[in-house]
């Protein structure tokens, strides 16, 4: 079992360029999340999905868009990428809503 | 105010001390209380999950719940200097939602 999958582990983009995270879960997990990272501040909910063909906004959705189309996938997509957009993204999963989340090992982004 | 308040450390002590961590929470309707532990460059993984109130005991880990103050406690006994990593500590009411403290860095000195 690899769990959830993260790609690319770091990634550099110019300030107005775009680029997709990818996701991908392998324990048939329903519910999958994308989290951002940033020092002092928790992890702050992006997107989440309850399954294929559901998502749903969090807490910090602006700039950021996904979709769900398989049980396994859930890439993230970045538009038009900002400085602010800078932190570490982690995917997670989980089987049921209530039940702990299992993360990937996440993509460090730094736009400049 | 925030919904959780964790104290970020660092915490350093020496190994085989007994490490006590802490997150005060505001929300009286969380009733699921994780502990993640984050290794330097990697994901949170899930070091314990407790439902409602009391004490629960893993190995070496202890994870307590005082739901009438509010207060939830990760206890590390014996610590190694494998044990240096961030913990987060989490909570949820029900259903996906899950709120995140910001993490205590630990350092344990060999």
């Known amino acids: 079992n690899a769990g959830v999958t993260q790609t690319p582990k770091f990634r550099i983009l110019k300030i107005g360029q775009s680029m997709t995270l990818q996701c991908t879960q392998d324990?048939?997990?329903?519910?999958m999340y994308w989290y951002r990272q940033d020092p002092g501040m928790g992890l702050k909910l992006i997107y989440y999905s309850v399954g294929a063909g559901i998502t749903d906004k969090g807490e910090v959705p602006n700039g950021y868009n996904v979709s769900r189309s398989t049980t396994e996938d859930f890439p993230l997509r970045l538009e038009l990428a900002a400085p602010s957009q800078t932190s570490v993204y982690f995917c997670?999963?989980?089987?049921?809503?209530?039940?702990?989340?299992?993360f990937g090992n996440g993509t460090r982004l730094t736009v400049t | 105010q925030k919904e959780v308040e964790q104290d970020p450390g660092p915490l350093s002590v020496p190994e085989g001390a007994i490490v006590s961590l802490n997150c005060t929470y505001s929300?009286?309707?969380?009733?699921?209380f994780m502990w993640y532990r984050q290794y330097s460059r990697k994901g949170p993984e899930l070091l314990m999950y407790?439902?409602?109130?009391g004490n629960k005991e893993d190995g070496r880990f202890t994870a307590q719940v005082d739901k009438s103050s509010k207060y939830i406690s990760l206890f590390i006994r014996d610590s190694q200097p494998s044990d240096s990593a961030t913990y987060l500590c989490a909570m949820k009411a029900g259903g996906f939602k899950t709120i995140f403290g910001a993490g205590t860095r630990l350092f344990v000195k060999a």
């Open positions: 407790t439902y409602s109130s």
């Open positions: 324990m048939n997990h329903n519910y």
């Open positions: 929300n009286s309707a969380f009733q699921y």
């Open positions: 997670a999963s989980s089987s049921q809503g209530d039940s702990p989340l299992h």
